[in-house]
């Protein structure tokens, strides 16, 4: 089955402890990135990688990094998590930048006290 | 610059018909989407349009205007399943970041 997982789903972690959120598309998509999601502001663009070893910035990416290491899996590093990066996190693919849809991971529902 | 405006909120009874607007100023456009949300879940794809006109798919429909910044989506005969977010999102023309979304439209159908 075609997806784009993610994991954890819950997470509940204290300010300066450091986290990863993995994302893996079984799809072979070359682009990929991370969304995060709070009330009232919409969905924003974290990072992006257009394909293997090549990512870029988005809207909000301060606090976070990525990587690209292999084609399936774009994970979303927080260094040092503080509680305004408590929200929620949705992973996407797309089989590139320029086709018409991005497929969404189930979402990551993370909490920073 | 860019910004996309969506109504917050709309509400409807099954059955009926409903339409949600959306307008967008972009540096560059290149394709609009719908995507619906249910609450706590993963938005899913609904519709893209790239040229002016009207797109259908079932009882969804999506509208574009490029020239006046305009999209519309239709949901007709309205189930109470309908009931949730509705986000437009707009592709620029530039590399970069791919999709820039509005705030979404929550809607409540009503029985």
């Known amino acids: 089955e075609a997806q784009v997982t993610q994991n954890p789903r819950y997470l509940i972690t204290v300010t300066g402890k450091k986290l990863t959120v993995t994302c893996s598309q079984n799809?072979?998509?070359?682009?990929m990135s991370w969304y995060r999601q709070d009330p009232g502001l919409g969905l924003r663009q974290i990072y992006y990688s257009m394909n293997v070893e090549v990512t870029d910035k988005g809207d909000v990416p301060e606090g976070y990094k990525v990587s690209r290491k292999e084609k399936r899996n774009f994970p979303l590093i927080l260094e040092s998590p503080s509680p305004n990066q408590t929200s929620l996190y949705f992973c996407a693919s797309s089989l590139s930048l320029h086709t018409d849809t991005q497929y969404f991971g189930p979402g990551t529902r993370l909490t920073v006290l | 610059g860019q910004n996309i405006d969506q109504p917050t909120e709309m509400t409807a009874t099954e059955g009926a018909i409903v339409q949600i607007n959306c307008t967008y100023q972009t540096s560059g456009f290149n394709g609009l989407f719908w995507y619906q949300q249910h609450a706590g879940e993963a938005p899913t794809f609904l519709s893209y349009?790239?040229?002016?006109g009207l797109e259908e798919k079932g009882r969804f429909s999506s509208f574009l205007s490029r020239s006046k910044g305009y999209s519309y989506l239709l949901l007709k005969e309205l189930q109470m399943k309908d009931s949730a977010s509705y986000l437009c999102?707009?592709?620029?023309?530039?590399?970069?970041?791919?999709?820039?979304f509005g705030k979404g439209t929550t809607l409540s159908v009503s029985s």
């Open positions: 799809m072979n998509h070359e682009y």
């Open positions: 999102a707009v592709r620029e023309e530039v590399a970069g970041t791919a999709l820039i």
């Open positions: 349009n790239v040229l002016d």
